[in-house]
């Protein structure tokens, strides 16, 4: 019998839905494609994310698509427009956590099957000329912070693509035409740092 492909279920905002560059660049995309080359079979995904989302939109919009588990794989990154719209850490941490509950639950209620990305920090891009960056630094740090602490918390699987937006995230070649999101390389990058988590889940 031949074995039924993988289902994978990606969450998010901006960042998930690629904004700024072919459907087939966007780190989701690129995920799968670096999973088949390592022996998996995985469905393409199934993407419910929109520039500008904040947490408590993505959670409408879930219940509005009604996405149908369980998923083999459930990606989940959100956080960036609450951060950037005013929210604190404490505000943010259990819409978050809400969140994570429910991935969870599209993953079979198991959480080794979520895996989180951290937020990037925009405040390397050309978009935060001008701005405090190193405040903006501070807060991306505490959100992820809150990340981290319910990861841990549910034993979900976590990829950090925050550093690489630090390293990268001035570099124009890094960036899509609006100097905020990135362009094609990066997502690449971040595929690459999701897919040891992403593996382990999908290959077992």
């Known amino acids: 019998m031949t074995e039924l492909p993988g289902r994978y279920l990606a969450l998010g905002d901006s960042y998930t839905i690629?904004?700024?560059?072919?459907?087939?660049?966007?780190?989701?995309?690129?995920?799968v494609a670096l999973l088949r080359e390592a022996g998996a079979a995985v469905e393409d995904p199934e993407?419910?994310?929109?520039?500008?989302?904040?947490?408590?939109?993505l959670w409408a919009a879930i219940d509005a698509a009604r996405p149908c588990g369980p998923y083999t794989?459930?990606?989940?990154?959100?956080?960036?427009?609450?951060?950037?719209?005013g929210a604190t850490p404490a505000?943010?941490?259990?819409?978050?956590?809400?969140?994570?509950?429910?991935?969870?639950?599209?993953?079979?209620?198991?959480?080794?099957?979520?895996?989180?990305?951290?937020i990037p920090d925009w405040?390397?891009?050309?978009?935060?000329?001008?701005?405090?960056?190193?405040?903006?630094a501070a807060a991306i740090d505490a959100f992820n912070d809150v990340i981290r602490t319910a990861v841990l918390a549910v034993g979900a699987r976590f990829a950090n693509v925050t550093d690489d937006s630090r390293r990268a995230g001035s570099e124009?070649?890094?960036?899509?035409?609006?100097?905020l999101h990135p362009a094609a390389p990066m997502y690449e990058r971040w595929a690459?740092?999701?897919?040891?988590?992403?593996a382990e889940i999908v290959l077992g």
């Open 172 to 179: 124009l070649a890094m960036l899509a035409a609006d100097g």
């Open 18 to 31: 690629g904004e700024g560059v072919a459907a087939a660049h966007r780190w989701p995309a690129r995920l």
């Open 47 to 57: 993407i419910v994310a929109r520039t500008g989302w904040t947490c408590e939109q």
């Open 73 to 85: 794989l459930v990606s989940l990154l959100i956080g960036v427009n609450d951060q950037y719209g």
């Open 192 to 198: 690459r740092l999701a897919l040891p988590p992403a």
């Open 123 to 136: 405040g390397m891009t050309p978009f935060a000329n001008g701005r405090d960056r190193p405040a903006i």
């Open 91 to 118: 505000e943010y941490a259990p819409r978050f956590a809400r969140l994570l509950a429910r991935a969870t639950e599209f993953a079979g209620g198991n959480a080794r099957h979520v895996l989180v990305l951290s």
